[in-house]
């Protein structure tokens, strides 16, 4: 090989040479491959090519091809090398590449593009001017918009380069969100949904619930209204509000009260119905017998003089007191003839002792006030005996003079003791307690003439 080689550069020495001389020899070809020349792609090779390539570059072959001077010696050389193909042309003399046409524009990268050839870099869209050979480029055009309205909650109107053009665009602004949750009224429930860019609040009418007073009631439960009436949150609904309706119905008050005496049926306020009410206390007496009485009356049933019973009311408590006079010991021998009598309470007998001077008297009674009563038996003080009483004819006068006195207290005190009352309360009580008595003159009854005149024509006849 290393023979073949050193052939092939004295063929190739011996070639030129003949090159120079105006001879082209097509010497290769005759090596049947020993001594080929190679060319880089996509040239190929020429034996007998022109010494000075005509190239896309006009000013170069203008130079170097076209113009006679110094270099046109050159353009008669024919020697071997690498080519372009026929039917396409060198680019420039520092280029190997091929071209088909001339008619091209150079690219800044160092490419080419043929005449009337669009593309687009960047934002830019370029063509190569057939007349001119030279690129232009202009804005690559954005299509008209329509007209963009962000009317949604939370939206904004921004621009955006999408490709090569601005675009206006609706984007949200979650700060421009209302920051308040609605409140819904009664009867309504609050349904929250996703909006475009904001949470969206509506007020949404339940399906069970009745409205009364600014609350609600289910189906089937009590609605309070008035005291009189029974309502009830009904299955039926309002077709103006769709609301459950309230149905109400009145409500009939039993005004009879139970067979005892001393109730009376009254009206209760703020409520529909009334109530049996005590007004009175009842008295039973022993024979079975009821009575009624009225708060502050004393009342002594018939035949029982020493017995009396007082209705007294505390708070709301009728209270029945029972009182019972035991009379002293009475002995009809013990009086002065035609002084016996009963006391002015109806119950008790009392006359003036005989050979009983005008005294102090005393008696152990229960004291009795407002209901109250004395723990235990009080001392209680009176005047009783006799004093003298006479009458006398006056010649002065011409008729009767009557001389009386009475047995009267001559000295008293005052006393007070405590009374226990029905609600275990104690009250003070203050009594006259008598220290002495006396006879004291007081006046007698008179009668007057015509009186006198009578009874003395009965005494004669």
């Known amino acids: 090989m290393h023979i073949n080689h050193i052939g092939c550069t004295s063929l190739q020495t011996y070639a030129d040479a003949c090159a ?14 020993l001594c080929d020349y190679n060319c880089p792609s996509p040239k190929v090779y020429q034996a007998c090519g022109p010494l ?7 000013w170069y072959n203008e130079k170097f091809i076209y113009t006679v001077n110094e270099y046109t010696a050159m353009t008669n050389m024919k020697l071997e090398g690498c080519y372009c193909p026929n039917g396409t042309y060198l680019l420039s003399c520092t280029s190997n590449e091929c071209v088909p046409t001339c008619e091209i524009c150079r690219l800044a990268n160092g490419q080419w593009t043929k005449a009337n050839t669009t593309w687009t870099e960047g934002c830019e869209e370029c063509i190569c001017e057939e007349d001119t050979l030279q690129i232009t480029c202009h804005h690559v055009p954005c299509p008209t918009q329509p007209s963009l309205s962000c009317d949604q909650e939370g939206q904004v109107k921004v621009n955006n380069t999408v490709g090569c053009c601005q675009e206006e665009m609706c984007e949200c602004d979650v700060k421009l969100c209302p920051s308040l949750v609605p409140s819904c009224p009664v009867g309504y429930t609050l349904n929250t949904t996703m909006g475009v860019c904001c949470l969206n609040y509506s007020c949404v009418l339940k399906t069970d619930v009745c409205v009364f007073n600014n609350h609600e009631y289910q189906v089937g439960e009590l609605v309070p209204t008035s005291p009189c009436d029974r309502c009830i949150c009904s299955d039926q609904t309002n077709t103006s509000s769709h609301l459950h309706i ?8 039993d005004q009879h009260c139970p067979l005892v005496r001393g109730y009376e049926y009254q009206n209760v306020s703020n409520q529909c119905c009334g109530q049996c009410v005590q007004t009175s206390c009842i008295v039973t007496l022993s024979n079975s017998s009821t009575y009624t009485l009225k708060p502050g009356t004393v009342f002594t049933p018939p035949g029982e003089p020493c017995l009396t019973f007082e209705c007294v009311k505390i708070a709301n408590q009728y209270i029945t007191v029972e009182a019972k006079i035991v009379c002293p010991l009475f002995n009809p021998d013990e009086c002065i003839p035609g002084t016996e009598t009963i006391a002015p309470d109806g119950c008790c007998h009392v006359c003036i002792p005989k050979n009983c001077s005008c005294s102090v008297t005393n008696t152990n009674v229960y004291v009795e006030s407002q209901g109250c009563y004395s723990k235990e038996k009080v001392n209680i003080t009176s005047c009783s005996g006799a004093c003298d009483t006479f009458t006398f004819y006056s010649i002065e006068m011409s008729t009767l003079q009557h001389t009386c006195s009475c047995c009267q207290e001559l000295a008293t005190s005052e006393q007070q003791i405590q009374l226990v009352c029905p609600d275990n309360t104690e009250i003070t009580y203050t009594y006259t307690h008598i220290e002495d008595c006396g006879c004291l003159k007081t006046e007698c009854s008179v009668l007057d003439r015509s009186q006198k005149s009578v009874k ?6």
Do not use: F, N
């Open 20 to 33: 120079e001389a105006g001879v082209c020899i097509d010497w290769r070809s005759a090596t049947k491959g």
């Open 52 to 58: 000075v390539e005509p190239t896309c570059d006009s």
């Open 246 to 253: 309230v149905e109400c119905q009145p409500l009939t008050c």
């Open 456 to 461: 003395s024509r009965r005494r004669r006849k």
